[in-house]
């Protein structure tokens, strides 16, 4: 079985699910947390970016001074980073993501966005981002501790309203933890994004209305404990 699920995450069907307001939030509020997990590094530490063809990553980690590199499971998954790679400013690798094609602790730091929830072996692929990290991992997971234990009641608005969507894996803190601890990392900082699940927000299609409803979550501390999908920084002992 290979590991491509970003196939479809590199796609342009797929990029359309953050197209518009809330869609360029969803992004907005990734990137901010990435980089803010990342300040732990030098600028211009080298970063591969695993599965993230679908370029929601990769040009904020350029435009912050990191040297990056991205690999995908398929040559398809390099079509959204043309203008960062044509320009040199970026590396995209095709590779086995199941068995990344790079010595161990080749970068200083790995992070992958949009893939472990559609993993095929999940502890496999956590493995090898470790594997490749020299200092730190950074992924993102839908948590199983927060509005997600609804999915299969909610499965079939989301599906209506992104109309490609898939079922996905969802994680405990405590499996995220152990996967790590593993492979001699430990989880330094979790950071939920949402306390109401993603899909309500896009029903509601107002970026201004869904920044509002999210504020007595985080001021309550209700999204620290219940919110999703959460990006974890996994650093190594």
């Known amino acids: 079985m290979l590991e491509d699920a970003d196939i479809s995450t590199s796609s342009v069907d797929y990029a359309r699910r953050f197209a518009g307001p809330v869609g360029q939030w969803f ?3 990734q990137t901010r947390i990435t980089l803010d997990l990342l300040r732990v590094l030098p600028p211009g530490s080298s970063v591969l970016d695993v599965g993230g063809g679908h370029a929601q990553i990769a040009p904020p980690l350029i435009d912050a001074g990191y040297a990056v590199t991205v690999i995908g499971s398929d040559s398809s998954c390099g079509g959204r980073l043309g203008s960062w790679t044509d320009q ?10 199941r068995a990344l094609p790079y ?14 929830s559609h993993s095929v072996s999940w502890t496999r692929l956590v493995e090898e981002l470790c594997r490749v990290a020299r200092y730190s991992v950074v992924l ?5 501790r927060s509005a997600n234990v609804f999915s299969e009641r909610l499965f079939s608005l989301k599906k209506g309203i ?20 593993r492979q001699g ?7 939920p994004q949402f306390l109401i699940p993603m899909v309500l ?12 409803a999210e504020v007595p979550g985080r001021l309550l501390g209700l999204t620290r404990w219940f919110g999703s999908p959460v990006i974890v920084r996994a650093d190594r002992r």
Do not use: K
């Not at 010595?103 to 472990?116: E, G, H, N, T």
């Not at 927000?201 to 509002?212: C, E, F, G, Y």
């Open 88 to 97: 040199g400013r970026c590396r995209f690798d095709v590779g086995d993501l």
């Open 27 to 29: 992004v907005e509020t």
């Open 140 to 144: 993102d997971y839908p948590s199983l």
């Open 103 to 116: 010595p161990d602790q080749s970068f200083d730091a790995v992070v992958c966005f949009r893939l472990l």
């Open 201 to 212: 927000h896009r029903l509601a299609r107002s970026a201004q209305l869904s920044r509002m």
């Open 185 to 191: 990392f430990d989880v330094r900082s979790e950071r």
């Open 162 to 181: 992104e109309l490609n969507t898939r079922q996905f894996l969802m994680f405990t803190p405590q499996q995220i933890d152990q996967s790590f601890a």
